[in-house]
Every structure is written in C-alpha cells, then in structure tokens.
C-alpha cells in the first residue's frame, strides 16, 4: 500500500519515526515535506497529502502537525478527503471502518511515539466496513 505523508515543524520529528516504522513494516511512503525542522505553515503540507489522495498516488494518508487540528481542519476542505484527528486506537479503528477516513492526522505535541505508532498501524489496517448505513451516511456530505 503507498502512504502519502506530510507535517510541519511542529510534527517533523514525529513524522521521521513513523515513517521509519512504516518502511520496516514494508509500506512505500512518499513523504511530501516539510524537510527540516523549520518553522512552516501546515496547510501546505495538508494541500500535498489530500492531492496524492485525490489523484490516487496515495491509498491513505498521515499528516502529523504540533495538535493535529490546523491538518485536519485543512484537510477537510478538500473534496473526496475524509480527515480523522485520532488521539487513540478505538478512533483510529473507528473512523476507518464508519467513516472511510483516507487520511490520518496527530499532534505530536499531544501523543508520544509509541501510542502514534499503534495509532498508525490501526488506521492503515484497519478495512472501511462498506456496510450501508455508513455508506449512506458519508454520501449525505460527501
Ligand atoms: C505550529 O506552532 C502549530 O500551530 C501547528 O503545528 C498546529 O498545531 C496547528 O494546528
């Protein structure tokens, strides 16, 4: 599966562990940047991931900022983007298999590397359950 994954400065650090966890674990990951610690504006990176999601570059996507809020607001404002703030692994699971979420977003500055990893791999594991209901539900604003 390829992953699309993108932070700024606030989520840099974080990013380089995941993706690091992910190459182990055998996925292709295009990392869009940003590419250095520095200061940055998130939105630019969330425009990055949504777009390798919509062309289909991307099956599923990460975006990790300083909260996770800034990504995930901006995200969502792009068409055919589903984006999940997920601080835990019930929502994780969740939002994948009610929602069809494609992309990921954490905070870095909220969760430690150790529960985004088991967050990351629920979220990339975890199949939309194309029951109806949900379906329905996602068609009603998508
Ligand atoms: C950057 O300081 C911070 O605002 C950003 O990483 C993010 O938390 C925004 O939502």
Redesign the pocket.
């Known amino acids: 599966m390829k992953v699309a994954i993108g932070s700024?400065h606030?989520?840099y650090g974080l990013k380089l562990e995941i993706i690091k966890h992910l190459k182990e674990r055998g996925f292709e990951i295009n990392d869009v940047g940003c590419d250095s610690p520095a200061s940055c504006d998130?939105p630019i990176y969330a425009k990055k991931v949504a777009a390798e999601i919509k062309d289909g570059s991307a099956e599923l996507g990460i975006l990790i900022?300083?909260?996770g809020?800034?990504?995930s607001m901006a995200a969502n404002k792009e068409d055919g983007i589903r984006a999940a703030l997920c601080h835990d692994v019930f929502s994780a699971k969740a939002t994948r298999e009610h929602n069809d979420a494609n992309i990921l977003c954490m905070?870095a500055r909220v969760i430690g590397p150790g529960l985004a990893e088991l967050i990351v791999d629920t979220f990339l594991d975890t199949d939309f359950s194309n029951d109806e209901r949900h379906v329905r539900r996602i068609s009603l604003y998508s």
């Open positions: 700024d606030g989520g998130y900022c300083g909260t809020i800034g990504m905070g």
